[in-house]
């Protein structure tokens, strides 16, 4: 694997890497940022939207089995439902294996802090929800998929959730979670996938539809560790007791983001980021 790379730089050479090249990985993360054009030419991108998906296309022509990560930014200002409406399609189209999805905050010195039209948090949260809504579906669509098979996987590591466990990476960079020890770390192995769940960035959602709680409140919820993706109800916790001990752990936050800010405004400039990891 190679780091991000940009629409501008894929050439024939690259492209021809991918089908000749067997230690070159089929994931390629290419930031698209917005499927409108208006919006890319008002971000400065030097693509559109048609040559994104042409890209696409030709590294599919080349490699069947590729997979793709992108980026994406919402609530960028002037950002109509029509150019939102076309960055839906295009993520549908495209049928991403994952992406990042920002949410736009004006940043002090830069060109679209100035820029009018800049648009309401509220807008841009349910943008940011309904994008993450449709990536996670054809993830987990595509997840789904690879429940049976045998997967090549580079086991990296003790698992970021559970330590007892160990985690690695797919050929298209899918994190798998299996049983093992330290000796397996480093190794080349094919693994049964028995079980696709669901990712942090799913059960955010799912919590915020199901319990009308702030994104806030939801990823507090996680990161207490009181939220199975089986469901809150499995751990017979009350909601209102998560809710509680939730919301505390919020304002937290809040009051050391705001001291920490106090003390030095120009550290602290914050982009919210929902950085959904495909599991199998």
Not at 1 to 25: K, N
Not at 93 to 103: G, H, L
Not at 192 to 210: F, Q, T, Y
Request: aromatic share 6%; with cysteine; glycine share 4%.
């Amino acid at each position: 694997r190679y780091s991000t790379s940009h629409p501008r730089d894929v050439d024939d050479s690259l492209l021809e890497a991918h089908r000749d090249i067997p230690a070159v990985m089929p994931f390629v993360h290419l930031p698209v940022q917005s499927g409108s054009d208006r919006i890319l030419a008002a971000m400065n991108r030097k693509h559109t939207a048609a040559d994104y998906a042409q890209i696409i296309d030709r590294f599919r022509k080349l490699r069947e089995d590729i997979a793709f990560s992108s980026d994406f930014i919402v609530g960028f200002p002037g950002e109509t439902d029509a150019d939102f409406a076309e960055t839906l399609s295009l993520a549908r189209e495209v049928e991403f294996d994952n992406a990042f999805v920002f949410k736009y905050s004006p940043r002090r010195d830069t060109p679209a802090a100035a820029m009018p039209d800049q648009l309401p948090e509220e807008v841009i949260e349910a943008r940011h929800a309904q994008l993450l809504a449709v990536i996670n579906e054809i993830a987990e669509r595509k997840n789904k998929a690879c429940e049976g098979r045998v997967l090549e996987i580079l086991v990296e590591g003790p698992s970021h959730k559970n330590a007892a466990r160990l985690e690695g990476r797919t050929r298209t960079n899918k994190i798998v979670i299996i049983e093992g020890s330290e000796r397996h770390i480093g190794q080349v192995m094919d693994v049964k996938i028995i079980r696709a769940a669901a990712n942090r960035d799913e059960a955010r959602v799912k919590l915020m539809a199901k319990y009308g709680l702030s994104e806030r409140q939801a990823l507090a919820i996680l990161d207490l560790r009181l939220y199975q993706l089986t469901g809150l109800e499995r751990d017979k916790i009350p909601i209102g007791q998560v809710a509680d001990r939730a919301r505390g752990q919020v304002r937290r936050q809040e009051r050391i983001r705001d001291l920490a800010h106090a003390r030095s405004p120009r550290r602290w400039a914050t982009i919210s980021c929902s950085a959904p990891t495909a599991s199998a």
